[in-house]
């Protein structure tokens, strides 16, 4: 029951894009294409922005898209904008139970 | 519309139990795997229990195996996580949610705070 591995913080200024790394294990990321996202502002319950590795829910801008290579997944924003800077997490389906990373906090400059 | 709405948080002494419960609407409650995640203060996320459709299959983090019970009655549509000998590390927002890991719902979260 390991966590997922994140950077703590990255940035980028308005425009640019950057990416958020998630690395696991052969059992969890790896074994699994039950990879999602989440934004999460302060005080708010979290954001679905990812699902299933790749996939946008409804309503998702399109600036947002999300790969899976081996045991690392990744999210990456294009276009930022003041209001991506948040808290982002990475999820995994590990089999019987269920796994987050630490958590990237992304400052827009 | 999928719905989740937590309840049952609060303050409670160090030794001491809640119950937390979630109500669930706008899906098949029944024929989803559902879950409880929690959050510290000032901290991650982090996945504390689910259970199976029809509750013939619970898993735990370990932190709190032995401790926390999830259940669930599929005829109220009600998730519930109760909880035993608190601890001042399980003060966290817990969020009742589906799919957590898949195509995920979440509620608001109810905050339990465990202090003398």
């Known amino acids: 029951q390991s966590a997922l591995t994140q950077p703590a913080s990255v940035s980028g200024s308005p425009g640019q894009s950057i990416t958020i790394s998630c690395t696991g294990t052969?059992?969890?990321?790896?074994?699994?294409?039950?990879v999602s996202w989440y934004q999460q502002h302060p005080g708010k319950a979290p954001k679905l922005m990812i699902y299933e590795g790749s996939k946008r829910p409804s309503g998702v801008s399109n600036r947002f898209s999300g790969s899976k290579s081996g045991n690392t997944a990744s999210l990456t924003i294009s276009g930022l904008q003041a209001e991506d800077e948040a808290d982002y997490y990475c999820c995994s389906y590990a089999g019987s139970n269920v796994v987050f990373g630490g958590g990237t906090k992304l400052t827009v400059l | 519309e999928v719905q989740l709405v937590e309840s049952g948080g609060g303050l409670v002494q160090p030794g001491g139990s809640l119950r937390l419960s979630c109500a669930a609407s706008g899906f098949t409650f029944s024929s989803y795997w559902m879950s409880w995640v929690r959050q510290a203060p000032g901290k991650g996320l982090e996945w504390v229990a689910n259970i199976k459709q029809d509750g013939s299959e619970k898993y735990y983090v370990d932190s709190v195996k032995g401790r926390f019970t999830i259940s669930r009655d599929n005829a109220k549509n009600s998730l519930y996580l109760q909880m035993n000998s608190l601890r001042a590390e399980d003060t966290a927002v817990y969020y009742c949610?589906?799919?957590?890991?898949?195509?995920?719902?979440w509620g608001q979260g109810t905050l339990v705070t465990v202090s003398s």
């Open positions: 949610a589906r799919d957590v890991a898949g195509r995920g719902y």
């Open positions: 052969s059992s969890d990321v790896g074994s699994y294409n039950l």
